[in-house]
Protein backbone atom coordinates (compact mmCIF):
# COMPACT_ATOMS: atom_id res chain seq x y z
CA UNK A 1 0.00 0.00 0.00
CA UNK A 2 1.05 3.32 -0.88
CA UNK A 3 0.88 6.50 1.22
CA UNK A 4 -1.07 7.78 -1.03
CA UNK A 5 -3.44 4.99 -0.96
CA UNK A 6 -3.22 4.96 2.69
CA UNK A 7 -4.38 8.38 2.88
CA UNK A 8 -7.03 7.83 0.42
CA UNK A 9 -8.55 4.91 2.10
CA UNK A 10 -8.27 5.96 5.58
CA UNK A 11 -12.07 7.72 6.89
CA UNK A 12 -13.33 7.60 10.12
CA UNK A 13 -14.90 4.23 11.04
CA UNK A 14 -17.91 4.14 13.38
CA UNK A 15 -18.96 0.05 12.80
CA UNK A 16 -16.36 -2.52 13.86
CA UNK A 17 -15.39 -6.17 13.79
CA UNK A 18 -15.10 -7.87 17.60
CA UNK A 19 -11.82 -9.34 16.75
CA UNK A 20 -9.55 -8.53 19.37
CA UNK A 21 -6.05 -6.78 18.38
CA UNK A 22 -2.96 -8.73 19.86
CA UNK A 23 -0.98 -6.64 22.29
CA UNK A 24 2.45 -7.06 20.39
CA UNK A 25 0.51 -5.76 16.93
CA UNK A 26 -0.52 -2.70 19.36
CA UNK A 27 3.32 -1.98 20.70
CA UNK A 28 4.51 -2.15 16.87
CA UNK A 29 1.76 0.35 15.66
CA UNK A 30 2.51 2.08 18.86
CA UNK A 31 6.36 2.55 18.43
CA UNK A 32 6.48 3.18 14.44
CA UNK A 33 3.90 6.21 14.85
CA UNK A 34 6.81 7.62 17.72
CA UNK A 35 8.34 8.48 14.01
CA UNK A 36 5.79 11.15 13.89
CA UNK A 37 7.37 14.68 13.95
CA UNK A 38 7.46 17.57 16.47
CA UNK A 39 8.31 20.81 16.88
CA UNK A 40 12.11 20.58 18.66
CA UNK A 41 11.43 16.95 18.91
CA UNK A 42 9.40 17.36 22.63
CA UNK A 43 7.05 14.00 21.17
CA UNK A 44 3.79 16.17 23.26
CA UNK A 45 1.59 13.21 23.00
CA UNK A 46 0.95 9.57 25.37
CA UNK A 47 -1.16 7.50 25.01
CA UNK A 48 -3.62 5.40 26.87
CA UNK A 49 -4.53 2.16 25.59
CA UNK A 50 -7.74 -0.12 26.66
CA UNK A 51 -9.02 -3.46 25.85
CA UNK A 52 -10.86 -5.85 27.36
CA UNK A 53 -11.46 -4.99 31.00
CA UNK A 54 -9.92 -1.68 30.73
CA UNK A 55 -12.06 -0.43 27.78
CA UNK A 56 -15.53 -1.73 29.42
CA UNK A 57 -14.89 0.22 33.04
CA UNK A 58 -14.46 3.13 30.64
CA UNK A 59 -17.53 2.47 28.89
CA UNK A 60 -19.53 1.65 32.20
CA UNK A 61 -17.86 4.80 33.73
CA UNK A 62 -19.40 7.03 30.19
CA UNK A 63 -23.06 5.93 30.57
CA UNK A 64 -22.71 6.57 34.26
CA UNK A 65 -22.12 10.30 33.64
CA UNK A 66 -23.68 10.73 31.14
CA UNK A 67 -27.06 9.43 32.62
CA UNK A 68 -27.29 12.03 34.63
CA UNK A 69 -25.24 15.03 32.85
CA UNK A 70 -25.99 14.22 28.71
CA UNK A 71 -24.22 17.43 28.60
CA UNK A 72 -20.98 16.33 29.87
CA UNK A 73 -18.53 17.76 32.08
CA UNK A 74 -17.33 21.64 31.62
CA UNK A 75 -13.84 22.19 29.97
CA UNK A 76 -12.05 25.37 29.39
CA UNK A 77 -11.09 23.84 26.14
CA UNK A 78 -14.51 23.49 23.90
CA UNK A 79 -14.02 21.38 20.84
CA UNK A 80 -15.07 23.59 18.56
CA UNK A 81 -15.10 27.35 19.34
CA UNK A 82 -18.38 29.13 20.20
CA UNK A 83 -20.45 30.05 17.40
CA UNK A 84 -18.80 28.31 14.76
CA UNK A 85 -18.45 30.43 11.66
CA UNK A 86 -18.95 29.49 8.21
CA UNK A 87 -17.64 27.83 6.11
CA UNK A 88 -16.40 25.35 9.13
CA UNK A 89 -20.23 25.38 10.64
CA UNK A 90 -21.44 24.61 7.14
CA UNK A 91 -19.22 22.06 6.65
CA UNK A 92 -19.80 20.66 10.47
CA UNK A 93 -23.31 20.54 9.22
CA UNK A 94 -22.73 18.76 6.39
CA UNK A 95 -21.19 15.52 7.12
CA UNK A 96 -23.51 15.39 10.18
CA UNK A 97 -26.14 14.89 7.76
CA UNK A 98 -24.43 12.78 5.45
CA UNK A 99 -23.92 10.78 8.22
CA UNK A 100 -28.06 10.62 9.33
CA UNK A 101 -28.52 10.16 5.45
CA UNK A 102 -26.31 6.44 5.30
CA UNK A 103 -27.75 5.54 9.01
CA UNK A 104 -31.26 6.41 7.57
CA UNK A 105 -31.83 9.21 10.28
CA UNK A 106 -33.92 11.70 9.43
CA UNK A 107 -31.69 14.90 10.67
CA UNK A 108 -34.99 16.20 12.25
CA UNK A 109 -35.30 13.63 14.61
CA UNK A 110 -32.84 14.65 17.72
CA UNK A 111 -33.45 11.62 19.47
CA UNK A 112 -32.55 9.05 17.03
CA UNK A 113 -29.63 10.81 16.30
CA UNK A 114 -28.86 11.20 20.19
CA UNK A 115 -28.88 7.58 20.31
CA UNK A 116 -26.62 7.34 17.81
CA UNK A 117 -24.13 9.54 19.00
CA UNK A 118 -24.28 7.30 22.26
CA UNK A 119 -22.07 4.80 20.01
CA UNK A 120 -19.23 7.06 20.56
CA UNK A 121 -19.19 6.22 24.05
CA UNK A 122 -18.88 2.32 23.21
CA UNK A 123 -16.62 3.07 20.60
CA UNK A 124 -18.87 2.04 18.04
CA UNK A 125 -17.96 -1.96 19.03
CA UNK A 126 -13.80 -1.75 18.99
CA UNK A 127 -12.09 -3.57 20.29
CA UNK A 128 -9.27 -1.36 21.20
CA UNK A 129 -9.39 2.43 22.19
CA UNK A 130 -6.96 4.63 22.84
CA UNK A 131 -6.90 7.60 24.97
CA UNK A 132 -4.14 10.67 23.75
CA UNK A 133 -2.51 12.85 26.80
CA UNK A 134 -0.95 16.06 26.66
CA UNK A 135 0.64 18.17 29.27
CA UNK A 136 -2.02 21.20 29.27
CA UNK A 137 0.77 23.75 29.77
CA UNK A 138 1.60 23.12 26.16
CA UNK A 139 0.47 25.61 23.52
CA UNK A 140 -0.87 25.64 19.89
CA UNK A 141 2.39 23.89 18.24
CA UNK A 142 2.22 21.38 20.60
CA UNK A 143 -1.12 20.45 19.77
CA UNK A 144 -0.54 20.56 16.11
CA UNK A 145 1.89 18.24 17.00
CA UNK A 146 -0.11 15.91 18.87
CA UNK A 147 -2.50 15.96 15.75
CA UNK A 148 0.47 15.15 12.94
CA UNK A 149 0.99 12.20 15.77
CA UNK A 150 -2.25 10.49 15.71
CA UNK A 151 -3.04 11.13 11.57
CA UNK A 152 -0.05 8.90 11.90
CA UNK A 153 -1.53 6.52 13.50
CA UNK A 154 -4.30 6.31 11.37
CA UNK A 155 -2.33 5.52 8.31
CA UNK A 156 -0.41 2.94 10.01
CA UNK A 157 -3.96 1.41 11.13
CA UNK A 158 -4.81 1.39 7.36
CA UNK A 159 -1.88 -0.22 6.18
CA UNK A 160 -2.67 -3.17 9.16
CA UNK A 161 -5.95 -3.39 7.47
CA UNK A 162 -7.14 -1.75 10.99
CA UNK A 163 -9.69 1.42 11.01
CA UNK A 164 -9.70 4.17 13.48
CA UNK A 165 -12.39 6.57 14.52
CA UNK A 166 -10.88 9.71 16.74
CA UNK A 167 -13.18 10.60 18.81
CA UNK A 168 -13.63 14.19 20.27
CA UNK A 169 -16.47 13.53 22.23
CA UNK A 170 -14.45 12.28 24.83
CA UNK A 171 -13.45 15.62 25.63
CA UNK A 172 -17.14 15.79 27.45
CA UNK A 173 -15.58 13.78 29.77
CA UNK A 174 -12.57 15.09 30.73
CA UNK A 175 -12.30 15.33 34.69
CA UNK A 176 -13.57 12.01 34.95
CA UNK A 177 -11.10 10.62 32.37
CA UNK A 178 -8.34 12.43 34.69
CA UNK A 179 -9.62 11.31 37.63
CA UNK A 180 -10.21 7.52 36.30
CA UNK A 181 -6.84 7.00 34.34
CA UNK A 182 -4.94 8.53 37.33
CA UNK A 183 -2.82 10.97 34.85
CA UNK A 184 -0.77 13.44 36.36
CA UNK A 185 -2.16 16.65 37.88
CA UNK A 186 -0.83 18.97 34.60
CA UNK A 187 -1.91 16.54 31.90
CA UNK A 188 -5.21 15.71 30.09
CA UNK A 189 -7.09 13.79 27.64
CA UNK A 190 -7.82 15.48 24.51
CA UNK A 191 -9.42 13.12 22.22
CA UNK A 192 -10.01 9.69 22.38
CA UNK A 193 -9.57 6.90 19.25
CA UNK A 194 -11.46 3.87 18.17
CA UNK A 195 -9.68 1.13 17.06
CA UNK A 196 -10.43 -2.49 15.19
CA UNK A 197 -11.23 -3.78 11.94
CA UNK A 198 -13.73 -2.26 9.97
CA UNK A 199 -17.34 -3.77 9.93
CA UNK A 200 -17.27 -3.16 5.90
CA UNK A 201 -21.23 -4.38 6.30
CA UNK A 202 -22.42 -1.32 8.25
CA UNK A 203 -23.75 1.27 6.17
CA UNK A 204 -22.17 3.89 8.60
CA UNK A 205 -18.57 2.73 7.02
CA UNK A 206 -20.14 3.89 3.22
CA UNK A 207 -19.90 7.28 4.41
CA UNK A 208 -17.75 9.05 1.84
CA UNK A 209 -17.08 13.35 3.46
CA UNK A 210 -16.62 15.98 0.99
CA UNK A 211 -13.45 18.03 1.00
CA UNK A 212 -13.34 21.69 -0.17
CA UNK A 213 -11.48 22.28 -3.50
CA UNK A 214 -8.48 22.88 -3.66
CA UNK A 215 -8.62 26.37 -4.81
CA UNK A 216 -10.74 27.15 -1.44
CA UNK A 217 -8.06 25.99 0.99
CA UNK A 218 -4.60 26.66 -1.05
CA UNK A 219 -3.06 29.70 -2.99
CA UNK A 220 0.04 28.75 -5.29
CA UNK A 221 2.22 32.00 -5.83
CA UNK A 222 5.35 32.03 -8.00
CA UNK A 223 4.79 29.01 -10.11
C1 LIG B 1 -9.54 15.08 16.16
C2 LIG B 1 -10.80 14.51 15.61
C3 LIG B 1 -11.86 14.24 16.46
C4 LIG B 1 -13.04 13.66 15.99
N1 LIG B 1 -14.04 13.35 16.87
C5 LIG B 1 -15.10 12.62 16.44
C6 LIG B 1 -16.06 12.13 17.36
O1 LIG B 1 -16.03 12.40 18.56
N2 LIG B 1 -17.05 11.32 16.91
C7 LIG B 1 -17.15 11.00 15.57
O2 LIG B 1 -18.08 10.25 15.21
N3 LIG B 1 -16.26 11.48 14.67
C8 LIG B 1 -15.24 12.25 15.07
N4 LIG B 1 -14.30 12.69 14.17
C9 LIG B 1 -14.42 12.32 12.76
C10 LIG B 1 -14.72 13.50 11.83
O3 LIG B 1 -16.09 13.77 11.84
C11 LIG B 1 -14.22 13.10 10.45
O4 LIG B 1 -12.82 12.99 10.45
C12 LIG B 1 -14.59 14.08 9.35
O5 LIG B 1 -15.99 14.19 9.22
C13 LIG B 1 -13.99 13.66 8.01
O6 LIG B 1 -14.41 12.35 7.68
P1 LIG B 1 -13.39 11.16 7.47
O7 LIG B 1 -12.56 11.01 8.72
O8 LIG B 1 -14.25 9.95 7.22
O9 LIG B 1 -12.53 11.49 6.30
C14 LIG B 1 -13.15 13.34 14.62
C15 LIG B 1 -12.08 13.63 13.76
C16 LIG B 1 -10.93 14.20 14.24
C17 LIG B 1 -9.79 14.47 13.29
Not at 14 to 39: C, H, K, N, V, Y
Not at 81 to 100: I, Q
Not at 103 to 112: C, E, N, R, S
Request: with cysteine; hydrophobic share 40%; net charge neutral.
Amino acid sequence: MTVTEAVDKRISVRAFRPDPIPEAEIRDWLTTAQRAPSGGNVQPWKTIVVTGAAKDEIIALAAGKLAGNPKGEPTDRPVYPPNLWDPYNRRRKKVGEMMYEKLGIPYVDKPARLAWFSNNFRFFGAPVAVFFVIDERMGHGQWAHMGMYMQTLALLAVERGWGTCMQECWAMLRPSLKAHFAIAGTEMVYCGMSLGIPDETAAVNGLRTERAGLDEMAELRGF
